[in-house]
């Protein structure tokens, strides 16, 4: 099994581009299974839960090509429907095939996800959508079974008790672009992910208006074709970058970096006093060029995590990592998965001060973080334990990075590029960890 050690100490400095989203590309390949023709998705990053995607497509009859970043995935066998647990629990994401599967050829069975480390992950969402389009939903020996002739058309209210559900969204919408009539999302989810599955969607033919908003309008089609489509940047590896150099009291520029879609955490990151500049004043298609530096003294915030526009949960664990370093006390509150705390012990390990009680963990700043070996259950909690290691006094394991490798393309390289002091090895099961 692989960790990383890390020296810390270093300042970052340099320049660095930002990968395609994960949980973009994610969806994006599912939607592609509803294709007559080739889809090619550009800027997809090459993570293990790419890998595992992939695998998932090839079971279902699609033939999937490429090198590097591009892929492209062509149907070509429609009589595979069945999502296994084997590949399920290796990647709840794998949920995302449902409505896809669905639409395009009249049944799906997809296992059903458990929890995860995370916390409780229910998709009623998913199949209350789904039934509201007219599919017949039952659960047999663990699978989810869905069927339908055709799906029809209808407005569906998709909130729930933490807001609403962003592959909720992204199935329901998906097999809407291929039901017959008009469908109408209310409460969808407003992520940027979902803005990208529609401009994907609608490249292939569907008629799909309000993505991004509340309220999503699918005039659905007859049929969808092949597409070529490049992946929006990955606004949680984008906040992690952008981190890691304020806490190091680094000077870096990153390219590719999606600055109006991480505007929540921007707003925090600059009461915090770290400074994400553009240097190009235009956007070009939702990506800039900013450069990131941050007062040697950083401050103390309050945030609560949200659906999006609020502050991604997705970066919970490492903002908490900065704010360890901060001149006083903040405040964290998470309101989407209110357990999503597994990091909170790991970090005292290195000498952080927290106090948690239920989903709020109060930050005692002023820490001097020193190494440690740990270990974090997830993969946003891993994260913030690199970004912890990188100023850390002395040296740092962190064990389980197959957590990290499912959402960071070999986070350390691109630490390193920046001038850190990271490295992959393979730590043996019962090895001791060694931390010098
Ligand atoms: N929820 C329900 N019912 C449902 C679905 C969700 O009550 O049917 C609840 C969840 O329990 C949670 C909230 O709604 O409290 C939001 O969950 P959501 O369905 O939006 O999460 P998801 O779509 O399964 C995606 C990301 C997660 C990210 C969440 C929230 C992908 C592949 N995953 O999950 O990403 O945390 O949205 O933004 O897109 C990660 O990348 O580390 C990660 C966990």
């Known amino acids: 099994m692989d960790a990383l050690r890390i020296q810390g100490g270093t300042r970052l400095s340099g320049t660095l581009a930002v990968d395609g989203s994960k949980n973009a590309a994610l969806p994006a390949m599912a939607a592609a299974i509803m294709a007559d023709g080739p889809v090619t998705l550009h800027d997809v990053p090459t993570l293990s839960d790419i890998a595992n995607m992939t695998k998932l497509l090839r079971e279902l009859g699609c033939e999937v090509t490429g090198h590097g970043r591009t892929c492209t995935i062509q149907t070509t066998d429609t009589a595979a429907t069945h999502a296994r647990y084997e590949i399920v629990r290796t990647m709840r994401a794998s949920i995302c095939v449902l409505?896809?599967?669905?639409?395009?050829?009249?049944?799906?069975?997809?296992?059903?996800?458990?929890?995860?480390?995370?916390?409780d992950r229910p998709v009623d969402l998913h199949l209350r959508g789904l039934r509201a389009l007219g599919a017949q939903i039952e659960l047999d020996?663990?699978?989810?079974i869905a069927r339908a002739d055709r799906l029809k058309g209808a407005t569906i209210f998709l909130g729930g008790p933490f807001g609403s559900s962003v592959l909720g969204t992204a199935n329901v919408m998906s097999a809407a672009a291929l039901a017959e009539g008009c469908t109408v999302i209310e409460s969808a989810a407003c992520e940027p992910e979902i803005a990208g599955l529609a401009d994907l969607l609608n490249a292939m033919g569907a008629k799909i208006q309000g993505a991004g908003t509340p309220r999503i309008v699918i005039e659905g089609v007859e049929q969808l074709h092949g597409a070529d489509y490049t992946v929006i940047p990955d606004r949680i590896v984008a906040g992690t970058l952008a981190m890691a150099i304020a806490m190091t009291n680094g000077d870096a520029t990153l390219t590719?970096?999606?600055?109006?879609?991480?505007?929540?955490?921007?707003d925090r990151l600059d009461i915090a006093g770290v400074h994400v500049e553009r240097e190009n004043t235009e956007e070009v298609s939702g990506r800039c060029t900013v450069r990131v530096t941050s007062d040697r003294r950083l401050r103390p915030v309050l945030y609560t995590t949200q659906p999006y526009p609020g502050f991604p949960t997705d970066l919970q664990a490492q903002l908490m990592a900065l704010l360890c370093l901060a001149d006083g006390n903040s405040i964290v509150t998470e309101r989407i998965y209110p357990d999503r705390f597994l990091h909170v012990s790991e970090l005292t390990r290195m000498g952080a001060t927290l106090f948690r009680s239920g989903s709020t963990v109060v930050v005692q700043g002023g820490a001097q973080l020193v190494g440690a070996p740990v270990m974090a259950g997830d993969l946003r909690g891993s994260a913030a334990l690199v970004l912890a290691g990188l100023v850390a006094k002395g040296e740092t394991v962190v064990q389980r990075v197959y957590h990290l490798d499912r959402g960071y393309v070999r986070l350390e390289n691109q630490l390193n590029a920046l001038g850190a002091g990271i490295e992959r090895f393979e730590l043996g099961v019962s090895d001791p960890i060694e931390v010098g």
């Open 256 to 266: 590719n970096f999606p600055h109006d879609n991480l505007l929540a955490v921007l």
């Open 141 to 144: 020996g663990g699978d989810i």
């Open 99 to 119: 409505g896809p599967l669905l639409a395009s050829r009249g049944e799906a069975r997809v296992s059903m996800p458990g929890g995860c480390a995370i916390g």
